[in-house]
C-alpha cells in the first residue's frame, strides 16, 4: 500500500430494509470504515452510481482545492487494506483466526489512529511494555512479531522507508505461564493402554 493522494471509494450495493442501495465505502480521518448511501438501485444505473461515487469522493479527499495534498497513511488503513489481505492467503485457518483477532484487537485497537510515518522504535516498544503489565508472556512476543511483520510489510510497500519494529524485545516482567509437568504416575497411567496395545 503506497501513500496515496486520494481515496477511490468502493461502489457496493447493499441493503437497506427492503431498499437496495448503491453505497460508497470509504474510510474516514481516523481509519474507521464508513460508509455513504448514494441512492436506490431501481431510481439510478451503476453509471449513475459511480458518477455520484467520484464526486462524493472528491469531497472526502479535500476538493479540487488541493490535487496535490498528500493524506498520511493510518496504521489501521494499512493494516486492513493491505496487510491482512495479503497475510490471509500465507497463514494456515487457525492461524489466521488467533492472528486476525489479536492484531485487530490490541494493535488497531490502541495505534489504530496513528500515522505509519511517525512509529518509532521507542514509541512501539513502550506499547509492548504497557502490554506486558497485563498480558502473558505468549500474547506480548506474538505482539512484537506482528509489530515487525506490519512494518517490513510497510517498507516493501514503501509506505515508510525503515522498519522501526525491527529491534523490539519481549519485555522480561511479561509473565510467563506455568510449565505443567506431569507426575511419575500420570506418565504411567498415560501410556498404560499403548503398552496393553503392544502385548
Same mark, same amino acid.
Given at each position: 500500500?503506497?501513500?496515496?493522494?486520494?481515496?477511490?471509494?468502493?461502489?457496493?450495493?447493499?441493503?437497506?430494509?427492503?431498499?437496495?442501495?448503491?453505497?460508497?465505502?470509504?474510510?474516514?480521518?481516523?481509519?474507521?470504515?464508513?460508509?455513504?448511501?448514494?441512492?436506490?438501485?431501481?431510481?439510478?444505473?451503476?453509471?449513475?452510481?459511480?458518477?455520484?461515487?467520484?464526486?462524493?469522493?472528491?469531497? @472526502?479527499?479535500?476538493?479540487?482545492?488541493?490535487?496535490?495534498?498528500?493524506?498520511?497513511?493510518?496504521?489501521?488503513?494499512?493494516?486492513?487494506?493491505?496487510?491482512?489481505?495479503?497475510?490471509?492467503?500465507?497463514?494456515?485457518?487457525?492461524?489466521?483466526?488467533?492472528?486476525?483477532?489479536?492484531?485487530?484487537?490490541?494493535?488497531?485497537?490502541?495505534?489504530?489512529?496513528?500515522?505509519?510515518?511517525?512509529?518509532?522504535?521507542?514509541?512501539?516498544?513502550?506499547?509492548?511494555?504497557?502490554?506486558?503489565?497485563?498480558?502473558?508472556?505468549?500474547?506480548?512476543?506474538?505482539?512484537?512479531?506482528?509489530?515487525?511483520? @506490519?512494518?517490513?510489510?510497510?517498507?516493501?510497500?514503501?509506505?515508510?522507508?525503515?522498519?522501526?519494529?525491527?529491534?523490539?524485545?519481549?519485555?522480561?516482567?511479561?509473565?510467563?505461564?506455568?510449565?505443567?509437568?506431569?507426575?511419575?504416575?500420570?506418565?504411567?497411567?498415560?501410556?498404560?493402554?499403548?503398552?496393553?496395545?503392544?502385548?
Amino acid at each position: 500500500m503506497k501513500r496515496r493522494r486520494y481515496q477511490k471509494g468502493s461502489l457496493q450495493k447493499r441493503r437497506h430494509g427492503k431498499q437496495r442501495v448503491w453505497a460508497v465505502q470509504y474510510y474516514d480521518a481516523e481509519g474507521h470504515h464508513r460508509y455513504h448511501t448514494l441512492g436506490r438501485m431501481c431510481d439510478m444505473n451503476k453509471t449513475q452510481a459511480e458518477q455520484d461515487q467520484v464526486a462524493f469522493m472528491r469531497e @472526502i479527499n479535500g476538493g479540487d482545492a488541493e490535487p496535490d495534498r498528500v493524506r498520511p497513511v493510518l496504521v489501521s488503513e494499512f493494516v486492513n487494506q493491505t496487510f491482512l489481505p495479503f497475510y490471509r492467503g500465507k497463514w494456515k485457518g487457525s492461524t489466521k483466526d488467533t492472528s486476525e483477532n489479536r492484531i485487530l484487537f490490541h494493535i488497531v485497537g490502541d495505534l489504530g489512529n496513528s500515522q505509519m510515518e511517525t512509529l518509532t522504535p521507542t514509541g512501539l516498544q513502550a506499547f509492548l511494555d504497557c502490554k506486558a503489565v497485563s498480558g502473558d508472556f505468549s500474547l506480548v512476543d506474538h505482539l512484537r512479531w506482528d509489530l515487525s511483520s @506490519i512494518c517490513e510489510l510497510a517498507v516493501a510497500d514503501r509506505v515508510i522507508p525503515t522498519n522501526p519494529a525491527r529491534a523490539l524485545y519481549t519485555p522480561k516482567n511479561a509473565k510467563k505461564g506455568a510449565c505443567p509437568v506431569m507426575t511419575a504416575d500420570e506418565v504411567e497411567e498415560a501410556v498404560e493402554p499403548f503398552s496393553s496395545v503392544r502385548r
